[in-house]
């Protein structure tokens, strides 16, 4: 399974932006896919799961009410569209998917895409 997350940039504090992972190989409703986001000089957290068939979503507090993941199976495409933004958002944002349903750990997640970078301006 590959991952390739996109849709990163630079906006400025109160906008939107969505980003989009493609996922390749063993697909459709196979896996659960997740954001997860690492800003500098701190660890790896988590944003967002959704399950396979998209019923089930999991968010973190930190996001919630603002982010939304979505799921495509036909287009193979897992979607964070994030609303409101901050600069305590600036991040690089990875994609992952995992064959253990959904998690906030990133530990359960096998396979991951490089990330894309988000910055948020002040």
């Known amino acids: 399974v590959q991952l390739q997350a996109s849709g990163g940039g630079l906006v400025q504090f109160g906008d939107s932006l969505r980003l989009s992972c493609a996922v390749a190989g063993r697909t459709g409703s196979s896996y659960a896919l997740g954001w997860f986001r690492q800003a500098p000089g701190k660890e790896r957290e988590f944003v967002a799961t959704i399950s396979g068939s998209g019923r089930t979503t999991i968010y973190a507090d930190s996001v919630k009410d603002r982010f939304t993941i979505s799921r495509d199976n036909a287009k193979n495409t897992v979607y964070l569209r994030m609303n409101s933004l901050k600069p305590s958002d600036t991040a690089v944002y990875y994609c992952?998917?995992?064959?253990?349903?959904?998690?906030?750990?990133?530990?359960?997640?096998?396979?991951w895409g490089q990330g894309t970078l988000v910055t948020v301006s002040s």
């Open positions: 992952a998917a995992s064959g253990r349903g959904t998690s906030r750990s990133y530990s359960l997640y096998d396979y």
